[in-house]
C-alpha cells in the first residue's frame, strides 16, 4: 500500500484545513486508517483513526475539533480539522493498519509522506 497524504498548508488560528490520504491497491477498506503528526522537536504522536468499521478514536486535545472519515469508493482517507491553534502546527502523516489496535506507530504497517501544516496565531 502506498499513501500520498496532501492538503497542508498555512493558517490563522480559528481556521479550517482538510488533510487527504489517497491509498493505493484494493484493500484499501480492510485496513485501520490512523493519522499522526510530529512536532518539531517532539515525538510523533497519534491525532486520530477510522478502523476498517469506521469506528473513529481521537486523541483528547483534537476532541470536537477534528473529524475523520473515509471514503472506501476513493480509497482515501480524510481529516477535517477546524478551530486550529498553534499548537496544532506539525507534519501530518497518514498510515494504514492491518493490525488490531491503533493509537501506536508500531501497529502501522505503511505510512504516507507527510503535509505540513502551520497555524499561526
Known amino acids: 500500500v502506498q499513501l500520498q497524504a496532501s492538503g497542508g498548508g498555512l493558517v490563522q488560528a480559528g481556521g479550517s484545513l482538510r488533510l487527504s490520504c489517497a491509498a493505493s491497491?484494493?484493500?484499501?477498506?480492510?485496513?485501520?486508517m490512523g493519522w499522526f503528526r510530529q512536532a518539531p522537536g517532539k515525538d510523533r504522536e497519534f491525532v486520530s483513526v477510522?478502523?476498517?468499521?469506521?469506528?473513529?478514536g481521537y486523541v483528547d486535545s483534537v476532541k470536537g475539533r477534528f473529524t475523520i472519515s473515509r471514503d472506501n469508493g476513493k480509497n482515501t482517507v480524510y481529516l477535517q480539522m477546524n478551530n486550529l491553534k498553534p499548537e496544532d502546527t506539525a507534519v501530518y502523516y497518514c498510515?494504514?493498519?492491518?493490525?488490531?489496535?491503533?493509537?501506536?506507530?508500531?501497529?502501522?504497517?505503511?505510512w504516507g509522506q507527510g503535509t505540513l501544516v502551520t497555524v499561526s496565531s
Open positions: 477510522i478502523t476498517r468499521s469506521t469506528i473513529r
Open positions: 498510515a494504514a493498519s492491518s493490525r488490531s489496535g491503533w493509537n501506536l506507530r508500531s501497529q502501522y504497517d505503511y
Open positions: 491497491g484494493r484493500t484499501f477498506s480492510s485496513y485501520n
